[in-house]
């Protein structure tokens, strides 16, 4: 998985609150992710609930009407 690639799953991991699935993906690509890096995209993507942005995963875009 590209680093982008892995950066996007962690945000959509924060905005879903999955904090087990975002440190999976940090022990998955350690070599490309920083501890830094990842607490940033999951900020991000939590921060992205908080204010009303619909979520742009595969599984929310599915389920929307």
Request: contains cysteine; hydrophobic residues 35%.
């Amino acid at each position: 998985m590209k680093r982008d690639d892995t950066l996007k799953a962690i945000q959509f991991a924060g905005y879903h609150g999955d904090t087990s699935a975002a440190t999976r993906l940090l022990l998955e690509c350690k070599r490309t992710v920083s501890y830094a890096a990842w607490q940033e995209a999951y900020k991000r993507g939590a921060q992205k609930k908080v204010n009303g942005v619909r979520c742009a995963c595969a599984a929310c875009l599915r389920a929307s009407p």
